[in-house]
């Protein structure tokens, strides 16, 4: 059990709930900077930061079937100082974020890379089953950012990664759908 504020929690929603499998519809451009928009984005930011593993999450996680995707400052951080291998350690060091999270409106992969590479994964709505999985390691996404702008972002690697699995969250996928020697392991297991 964690110690939880429930004024301030955002449920996230848990793998057998229907909305996780729903098509996420897209958001009108000009509606980007409406209050409802800003609001999910908000309560989704929240919901990330409550969750001490969090790197990603997707708006249907929230319960919320738009297509917005947020990555955690963290993730940049921890990419930056290539410490990638190792972003669970960065997070628990609890640093002060050096970046702002980083939000993904109406995304669409651009490109994939024909290498794929074997990676560990896990999905804040799958608690605490983990897999291994193929995944591209390069990835381009085409995007709206929080304030409107068409963004593109190119990233290999853990990036890459949550690029491809937020994506599978808006279609209504989820890792376990693909993944393989999927296992649950609890956070009391990981610590020991
Ligand atoms: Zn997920």
Not at 24 to 40: E, G, L, T
Not at 79 to 93: D, N, S, T, Y
Not at 164 to 184: C, P, R, S, W
Request: overall charge neutral; hydrophobic content about 40%; glycine content about 6%.
């Amino acid at each position: 059990m964690k110690k939880q504020n429930p004024a301030s929690q955002v449920k996230i929603v848990q793998n057998g709930d229907p909305v996780l499998r729903e098509l996420a519809q897209p958001i009108s451009v000009k509606d980007i900077v409406s209050h409802k928009i800003q609001k999910v984005i908000a309560d989704m930011k929240a919901a990330l930061t409550q969750q001490e593993d969090g790197v990603a999450i997707a708006a249907p996680q929230i319960g919320v079937p738009l297509q917005i995707f947020v990555v955690s400052g963290n993730v940049l951080d921890a990419a930056l100082e290539r410490m990638e291998e190792r972003v669970e350690e960065a997070l628990k060091m609890g640093k002060q974020k050096k970046h702002s999270d980083m939000v993904f409106i109406n995304p669409v992969i651009t490109k994939l890379s024909r290498e794929k590479e074997e990676m560990e994964e896990g999905c804040l709505s799958v608690r605490w089953m983990y897999g291994k999985i193929k995944r591209s390691s390069k990835a381009t996404v085409v995007a709206y950012d929080e304030k409107g702008q068409k963004v593109e972002r190119g990233a290999s690697g853990l990036l890459a990664q949550i690029f491809q699995h937020e994506t599978d969250h808006l279609n209504g996928v989820l890792f376990i759908d693909k993944a393989y020697d999927v296992q649950e392991i609890l956070p009391e297991d990981l610590k020991k």
